[in-house]
């Protein structure tokens, strides 16, 4: 799909659909939603009047063969109350549009920001939203949706002076967009396509297209650097773990200056091995690697957008399974930290590898440590789909995390990790146990023995277990695989 910047005026743009937005207010039909009334006889008005076009939040008015204008259609959609209006609802807005055109065999459209909206900022939601919501998982589909598909979108509304900025936002907008695309073609693939090995694979395919650093760590050199905690949780499986290192080192980053780590769970398949999981959806184990998979796309939009920062990227890559090999409940083990483990349930495996994951980018000289993982059912108890979990060691850290979540219309709900629950996973003959002693708070018993590899370095982790997958589809986003958090790191580290 193309997007570019229409440099002619509304009522002269022929494409199949003219899109705008309307606010929900008494009267709906105002600025340049007017101009296009008065030059359609009215008829906006008309519709205002009767109810049919009210505002409301991603309402749908299509009208055909509009008077007045080169379009074939006019769709305006509800962008709800004009005070709460930002980049966040012109995201949805357009991915809203996008896949009501597209449902309907549109091929092209053009959309209309209002006066005041000609900025950096809605050119670059425009093209996220419209890039993501077109997003669609029919790749082992033999026969695609009956040739629906969209060609190109352009953006309108640009006066000369602001197509620089239009441009720019743009831009930008594409890279992050088509990197979120890619954490989610990546999600997608199911166990048998996407092993260890070839998400490294995948991986140093990309940073070498992008011309970022990579090394593959693979089993041997993974046993000799003493990662038991990964090895533990791969040694049930005949496919070998891998340690994957993304680096970013710009010229510009000052010696003492952050080093960020980002650290992803990538459990390519999660049976829960010994303590196996129930079968009835199962096959949904195939996301567990979606942690690693957003940090693997983090790093492919990082390396075009080009922030002053260093940013190491350390994604522990295996499955988790039953065979005869297989760490049993019980079993102790060593991290690379040196910390004994107790493995009380093989199925709380995501802490345990993310244990030699945060220890190994701590080692290779992150200071700023911020972990991604589908790591607890209990975080979906807590927050159902709607928020990331996030836990942070260092409030000042964390804060900068949830003002680029807000910015970027990532919803994030902060839980704690107070001291208290450190009891929850001391160990009995070891140094920890991996889950916590049944008195509830699944969620934060993870986090806190994550806590437990970061040293005194900030940390943040983010269980995405309920929002790394949309069961429904949502009207601006296809079922399936959301690539959530990956904008928000990305606006995190552009901000350093
Ligand atoms: N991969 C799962 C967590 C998960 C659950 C992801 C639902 C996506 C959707 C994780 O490895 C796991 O099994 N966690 C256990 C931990 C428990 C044994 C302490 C869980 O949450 O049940
Ligand atoms: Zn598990
Ligand atoms: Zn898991």
């Known amino acids: 799909m193309q997007i570019t910047l229409e440099a002619r005026p509304f009522p002269a743009i ?71 209006f930002n980049s966040v609802a012109l995201r949805k807005v357009a991915g809203a549009a996008l896949r009501y055109l597209k449902s309907r065999s549109v091929k092209n459209f053009a959309l209309l920001v209002l006066q005041g909206d000609a900025t950096e900022e809605s050119a670059q939601a425009v093209a996220e939203g419209a890039l993501t919501a077109d997003f669609e998982s029919d790749k082992y589909k033999t026969e695609k949706k009956n040739g ?17 900025a239009g441009e720019k936002g743009l831009a930008k907008g594409r890279t992050i967009a088509e990197s979120q695309n890619f954490a989610r073609d990546l999600i997608n693939e199911p166990s048998n396509k996407l092993t260890p090995s070839i998400l490294a694979q995948k991986a140093e395919t990309m940073a070498k297209a992008a011309g970022l650093s990579v090394e593959v760590l693979d089993e041997k050199k993974i046993a000799e650097l003493k990662m038991g905690a990964l ?47 129930p079968s009835e959806g199962m096959e949904k184990m195939k996301y567990d690697m979606a942690g690693g998979a957003t940090m693997i796309g983090v790093m492919r939009a990082l390396a075009a957008l080009k922030p002053n920062v260093k940013v190491i990227c350390v994604v522990p890559s295996t499955e988790n399974m039953p ?43 992150a200071t700023h440590l911020i972990d991604a993982a589908t790591l607890t059912g209990a975080i979906v108890v807590a927050l159902a789909g709607v928020n990331v979990g996030v836990f942070g060691s260092d409030q000042p850290f964390t804060d900068k995390l949830l003002v680029s979540a807000k910015a970027t219309g990532e ?40 806590k437990e590899f970061t040293g005194d370095s900030p940390w943040i982790h983010l269980d995405i277990a309920g929002t790394a997958w949309n069961d429904d589809s949502k009207p601006w986003l296809a079922k399936g695989p959301t690539g959530v958090a990956l904008r928000t790191l990305v606006h995190l580290v552009m901000s350093y």
């Open 148 to 164: 629906k598909r969209i060609d190109t979108v352009s953006i309108a509304g640009y006066a000369d002076r602001e197509r620089a």
């Open 323 to 365: 065979g005869g090999r297989a760490q049993k409940p019980g079993d102790i083990q060593t991290a690379m930290s040196g910390k004994t483990i107790e493995v009380l349930n093989t199925d709380a495996e995501g802490r345990l590898i993310l244990a030699d994951g945060v220890h190994y980018a701590r080692q290779l000289g």
């Open 14 to 84: 022929e494409t199949e659909a003219l899109v705008s937005y309307v606010f929900e207010e008494a009267d709906p039909v105002q600025g340049r939603i007017a101009e296009i009334d008065q030059s359609a006889g009215g008829l906006l008005s008309k519709l205002a009047k009767s109810g049919e076009l009210t505002g409301k939040n991603l309402e749908f008015t299509l009208v055909h063969a509009p008077v007045g204008l080169k379009a074939a259609r006019l769709l305006l959609v509800g962008a709800g109350k004009r005070e709460q």
């Open 411 to 450: 919803k994030m709900w902060q839980m704690p990790v107070d001291d208290e629950y450190r009891e929850f996973i001391k160990g009995t003959v070891a140094d920890i146990q991996n889950i916590g002693s049944g008195k509830g708070g699944g969620a934060i018993t993870g986090a806190m023995f994550i």
């Open 231 to 277: 090895l533990s949780v791969a040694q049930g499986s005949i496919e070998p773990p891998r340690m994957i290192v993304i680096t970013y080192n710009p010229p510009s980053a000052k010696p003492g200056a952050p080093v960020i780590g980002l650290i992803g769970k990538a459990v390519t398949f999660d049976t829960g091995g010994i303590s196996i999981k």
